[in-house]
Structure formats: C-alpha cells, structure tokens
C-alpha cells in the first residue's frame, strides 16, 4: 500500500464529464489499496471568468477580495468530484485550504505555504476515505483566504505531499510526461522515462511549460518524488527524482528548452566606472523588472556596452528606464529588440563531459545561425540567437545531441 497525492489541473477537470472520468482513475487506484489525496484546480477557465467579473467592478481588483472570489472555482470541483466517487462507492470528503488549515503568509494573490496540518487528513485516510483537496489556496494567520498564485495548485500537490510524507505526486495534465523538447516543433522528441529535479528546474525556468518552477523547487527541497502523467491516456509518465545514478549511462543532454517571451535590452558607450552595472539595472529592478541575461563588453575608449534580457511583456517599460539612465549617465544609446529567442540545452551530463558548449555551436554554425547572447550554469548552455531562426536551431541541437526517437531506438 501508498500514499499517493494526484493533482488534477484545470483541463482534466474541465466538464462534468471529465471529472467523472477522474473519479473511475482514482477509483482504480484505492481499489489497489492505495491511500489517496486528490489535489484539483478550479474548472479549466473558471478562474479567468472569475477574474473577469472582478474587473467588470474594479481595473484593480483588491487583492484580499480577488483571493475570496477566485478560490471558489476549487471549491466547486472538490465538491463535484467528492461526489463523483461516492457515488461510485468510495467514501470522499473535501476540504478547502483552511479546512486543511494550509497556512500561508498575507501576500495575496502570491501567497507562500508556511505549513501544513495534516491532522485531518491523516484521519480521514485512516478510515479509508479519499481526500479531495482544493488546491491554490490556503489562509494566513488572521484567518483571511489567500491564493498561491501561478502554479498555486501544483505547489499545493507537492507540499501537501511533502507534509504527509508520500510515496509519489502525481501530477495529472495534457501531456503523457516531459519530453525532450517540445513534440510541436521536434516531431521526433521523445518522452523521458525519468529526470532529476535539477534538469527540470533548468528546464521549467528555461521555457518549458508542463510544470511550473515554484513546485518543482519545492518538490527538489523535500525530496518529494514527482511524476507527470495524462490525465486520460494510459502510461508510464515521466519520473522527476534526485537519483542520478543512470546519468552516466543515458544521453549528455536530457532536453532542449526555448522560450520566445523575451526582449534584448542595450545600452552603449556607458563610462566604465565602479558601480555602473547597478546603476544601469538598479532602475529596472526598482521597476520590479525581472533581468535574465546579461553580457557587458569593455571598449578600448573605457566604454562599456551593457546587454540584458527581459520578458517581452516588461519590454516598453524597460526601454524607456533604459533611455533615463541613459542620458543621466552619459552613455551613448539606449536601443532594444523583442525579435529573439532564447534556446536552451540541458543535462547533468555535462558534468562529466566536455566540449558540450563546442558542440551546441558547431551545430548552429552549420545552420548559419548567429548568436547575439551566451549564458552558462553547470547543467545548461543558453543562447540568445534571431526569433525567426528558434525553430530551426531547436531541431538542430535535438539531431546534433542525439535525443531524436530513430537515433535513440538503435543504440
């Protein structure tokens, strides 16, 4: 017997009928003799209708009050699926975030989880009910609901499995679990059978969108075991786990990630004097501007060109920062570009190979790509190269490091 957490997101419980489906899943998994904590989002588009009719009464909704109306979309299927499976004979219960008692600081709307009483829980499992738990919520300690945020759900999964010790989160979407590089573009990428949390961290914060960051980070914190898995598709999913054991023996590269959102930011002829990095992203970051890459070069005249990334959404906002700061320190320009992208490839085996980076660009090169932007950590290699040539780079690098399905089935 385990103790299994599954969380179902949005589209998985979208319908009726959907949730029915959901109810006969879990169903299987008790009858094996498995105790259950069932984590579930609100109704796929709940949440935004929700948000909606907020802002039909404010443009800015007061968060306390935004966190009190969009946490009843989880509300709604805790209840519905709760009654799903006592229909089908499997004592359920529901509970909402403060009934779990999910503490969780006064941000809201991107609350954090400060603990978790399992006490309930526990009991309720000891007399062989499953638990149905609203996920994205929790309440602070004057008793006010909060939200978690994006990803809340999720993050609800792996902390409620962390605090109840369980043997596996699973993690229930649209896809049948992660794979090498997005299937939409690589039609040859295949799914990974297991990654370590490093690797996926790397790739959530890189681009890839089958879980989010927040709940990978914490699920790495607690050594809680993920598994992503379809929702409707029978299968193995893929395993996120710390082992690294079989790194060795599998491909140097785990995964390529891209991500188009994002917008190259340059400043030049800046005067090269202690302290101008800060004051040229001090101002961005006052702004609550998020910088990801960054690469200053030094002329011979002591200037210096400084270049940073953004989201593509904060681009405008950082652009015009950007030309303050140029005039109030005298540098030259201030110019920008939203038409990149970065591309990304990922692995621990990098740390027991070299010329990884070599090869990256090797095959770049061959494709005539050039790369305007180079940033490195111990599992990965980002660069930034022309939007219109994301495609291309990305099946490149998926041939050049092996990871396509034909080349993988022969070895």
Do not use: W
């Not at 949730?19 to 904590?37: M, N, P, S």
């Not at 609350?111 to 309720?124: E, F, G, Q, T, V």
């Not at 040859?188 to 490093?198: S, V």
């Not at 994002?262 to 990095?277: C, F, H, N, S, Y």
């Amino acid at each position: 017997m385990a103790l299994i957490v599954q969380k179902f997101g949005g589209t998985s419980v979208g319908t009726v009928e959907r949730i029915e489906q959901v109810a006969e899943k879990v169903k299987k998994f008790r009858e094996a003799g498995d105790d259950i904590v069932v984590v579930v989002s609100a109704m796929s588009g709940e949440t935004n209708r929700l948000i909606g009719l907020a802002k039909q009464i404010m443009d800015q909704p007061i968060p306390r009050e935004l966190d009190v109306m969009v946490s009843t979309g989880e509300q709604v299927t805790i209840a519905l699926l709760s009654m799903a499976l006592i229909k089908r004979g499997v004592p359920a219960v529901s509970y909402t975030g403060n009934q779990v008692r999910i503490l969780t600081d006064s941000s809201h709307t991107k609350a954090r989880i400060l603990s978790i009483d399992d006490a309930n829980i526990r009991a309720d499992l000891k007399a062989g009910r499953v638990v149905v738990v609203a996920g994205f919520q929790g309440v602070d300690e004057h008793g006010n609901i909060t939200t978690l945020g994006r990803g809340g759900s999720d993050t609800t999964g792996v902390a409620l499995a962390a605090a109840l010790k369980a043997d596996e989160c699973q993690i229930y979407t649209d896809v049948d679990g992660v794979y090498t590089t997005d299937p939409r573009v690589v039609p040859q990428a295949q799914r990974l059978d297991k990654i370590t949390f490093e690797e996926m961290l790397e790739m959530a914060s890189l681009g890839s969108k089958v879980l989010q960051i927040r709940s990978v980070e914490f699920a790495g914190k607690y050594n809680v075991p993920l598994r992503v898995l379809h929702s409707f598709q029978e299968g193995p999913g893929t395993l996120i786990t710390l082992d690294e054991e079989e790194s060795m023996e599998q491909p140097i590269i785990s995964g390529i990630a891209f991500n188009r959102d994002e917008a190259k930011l340059t400043i030049r002829g800046v005067p090269d004097t202690p302290g101008v990095a800060f004051k040229i992203l001090g101002p961005i970051s006052a702004a609550n501007i998020e910088v990801d890459m960054i690469v200053q070069n030094v002329s011979h005249d002591n200037t210096t060109d400084f270049t940073f990334t953004v989201h593509r959404n904060d681009y405008q906002a950082a652009l015009e920062i950007l030309k303050q700061t140029a005039a109030s320190i005298g540098a030259r320009e201030a110019t920008g570009d939203t038409n990149i992208a970065k591309v990304s490839i990922v692995g621990v085996g990098m740390r027991s190979h070299a010329g990884v980076a070599s090869r990256m660009f090797e095959a770049l090169a061959k494709e005539s790509i050039n790369i305007q932007m180079i940033s490195t950590s111990e599992i990965k290699v980002s660069v930034v190269i022309e939007e219109k040539y994301l495609e291309l780079a990305v099946r490149a690098l998926h041939t050049a490091f092996e990871l396509d399905a034909p080349a993988r089935q022969g070895e």
